[in-house]
């Protein structure tokens, strides 16, 4: 197991990812149907929700004191959820003046994501795709480690049910808000 060290810091030499063309497939598909359990103990679809949507997919979210996998910082990618999540938190008011609703989304279960949205005070809902319906259905990137299925790091941009933007890969990790609040800022182009 890898130390956790600063959760909210990339340390710095890690690998980064590059487009492997894994969601190239994404742009312009509607979503179908599935309801995720999110961390308010409600189920959303978020094929159902109308106008922008922000759904920032990360790997892992690391707990204070608790080990990250083995090898973790030599995946390239996989290291950064807690600071991007804190910058969706940061810009969150922002993206909402832009028009867009902000989720996480993990596949780790609702209970443990619920103890990092307290932690790190976020100001929405964090979707749980424990079962891997939402992977499944857009045929997301994941990789293995440790027996768990976890998603590549990416960001979907949603508009009435269709995916309009793709942020893929994702580095580094706490600077993907602000490239969503100024693609969102250039007017969605």
Same mark, same amino acid.
């Given at each position: 197991?890898?130390?956790?060290?600063?959760?909210?810091?990339?340390?710095?030499?890690?690998?980064?990812?590059?487009?492997?063309?894994?969601?190239?497939?994404?742009?312009?598909?509607? @979503?179908?149907?599935?309801? *995720?359990p999110a961390?308010?103990?409600?189920? $959303?679809?978020?094929?159902? #929700? !109308?106008?922008?949507? &922000?759904?920032?997919?990360?790997?892992?979210?690391?707990?204070?004191?608790?080990?990250?996998?083995?090898?973790?910082?030599?995946?390239?990618?996989?290291?950064?959820?807690?600071?991007q999540s804190?910058?969706?938190?940061?810009?969150?008011?922002?993206?909402?003046?832009?028009?867009?609703?902000?989720?996480?989304?993990?596949?780790?279960?609702?209970?443990?994501?619920?103890?990092?949205?307290?932690?790190?005070? @976020?100001?929405?809902?964090? *979707?749980?795709d424990e079962?891997?319906?939402? $992977?499944?259905?857009?045929? #997301? !990137?994941?990789?293995? &480690?440790?027996?768990?299925?976890?998603?590549?790091?990416?960001?979907?941009?949603?508009?009435?049910?269709?995916?309009?933007?793709?942020?893929?890969?994702?580095?580094?990790?706490?600077?993907?808000?602000?490239?969503?609040?100024?693609?969102?800022?250039?007017?969605?182009?």
């Amino acid at each position: 197991m890898t130390e956790t060290g600063d959760l909210y810091e990339v340390p710095e030499g890690l690998p980064e990812p590059t487009d492997d063309g894994a969601c190239d497939h994404l742009p312009g598909m509607r @979503l179908s149907p599935v309801a *995720l359990p999110a961390t308010s103990g409600e189920r $959303v679809d978020p094929s159902r #929700l !109308p106008g922008r949507t &922000v759904i920032y997919c990360y790997p892992l979210t690391g707990r204070p004191g608790e080990d990250l996998p083995r090898e973790w910082d030599d995946i390239p990618g996989a290291r950064g959820c807690t600071p991007q999540s804190c910058a969706f938190r940061d810009y969150h008011a922002e993206l909402k003046t832009l028009g867009a609703r902000v989720f996480g989304l993990s596949t780790q279960s609702t209970e443990y994501q619920r103890e990092a949205a307290e932690r790190l005070h @976020l100001p929405f809902e964090l *979707l749980s795709d424990e079962k891997l319906a939402f $992977v499944e259905a857009l045929n #997301l !990137p994941t990789f293995e &480690v440790e027996g768990m299925t976890l998603i590549k790091r990416l960001t979907l941009v949603i508009y009435d049910g269709r995916i309009e933007r793709v942020f893929y890969p994702v580095f580094p990790p706490g600077e993907n808000a602000w490239e969503v609040v100024e693609w969102l800022r250039r007017g969605a182009a």
